[in-house]
């Protein structure tokens, strides 16, 4: 078990909706990635928050967006959802900007229909 | 897109024999890890290597790193019934601020 929460579990949505999901990291850490893992799939980087900055981000269209407080939680937004949104979301947080190991959240899973 | 590929997509061994699953990538690499995953939940970390490193041990995890090939493979020795999971390397490439994962490989353990 990590120290890492996310939530909710499970999410149903239909396509246009938009959604926020959130992570509580690990005590002591100040990074926050998240993940989108589609099934049968590794993850796939959506992006970084190092402080409460943008920290680095990955092939995500601007839709999916991000925010992180002073205690280091954060949210994922992901606004007008499309059928392909459907997937596990994962939460991971760190210790600095080197991705040393990520402890992990158990996921949000969402299905847009 | 996918950094590492992981090699076999799927692996079904009986309980006590030895698993090996191997990870190629494409870039230069600070470091490689390998996580392990049950049933779609969260991942867990395994193991780092560095990229000066050439070998690693950990209980039974084994882990080897050639920079030469760009490759990496995880041996998993006398293998038990609780190893049943997928198992992903993820590679923090110089200059990116992110870890790449591969599609991983899937590993029965049979009793």
């Known amino acids: 078990e990590t120290g890492v929460t996310q939530s909710p579990t499970h999410l149903i949505k239909t396509r246009g909706q938009q959604v926020t999901l959130r992570c509580s990291s690990q005590?002591?850490?100040?990074?926050v990635s998240w993940y989108q893992q589609a099934l049968g799939q590794g993850p796939q980087f959506i992006f970084q928050y190092y402080r409460e900055e943008e920290n680095g981000r990955g092939n995500f269209p601007p839709r999916f967006s991000g925010l992180q407080f002073p205690n280091y939680s954060s949210e994922l937004n992901v606004n007008a959802l499309e059928l392909d949104d459907s997937a596990l979301y994962l939460c991971?947080?760190?210790?600095?900007?080197?991705?040393?190991?990520?402890?992990f959240g158990s996921g949000t899973q969402l299905s847009v229909l | 897109s996918q950094q590492g590929e992981e090699d076999p997509q799927a692996l079904s061994i009986q309980e006590g024999e030895n698993a090996t699953m191997n990870c190629s990538y494409k870039t230069s690499i600070n470091n490689l890890q390998w996580y392990r995953q049950n049933s779609g939940r969260g991942l867990v970390h395994l193991i780092l290597?560095?990229?000066?490193?050439r070998e690693k041990h950990s209980g039974r995890l084994r882990v080897t790193l050639d920079t030469s090939k760009k490759s990496s493979s995880l041996l998993i020795t006398a293998s038990r019934a609780a190893d049943t999971a997928s198992y992903f390397c993820a590679t923090d490439a110089r200059g990116a601020q992110k870890l790449v994962f591969g599609q991983g490989t899937r590993l029965t353990i049979n009793p």
């Open positions: 005590s002591g850490h100040n990074t």
């Open positions: 991971a947080s760190s210790l600095g900007q080197a991705n040393e190991k990520l402890f």
């Open positions: 290597i560095r990229s000066n490193e």
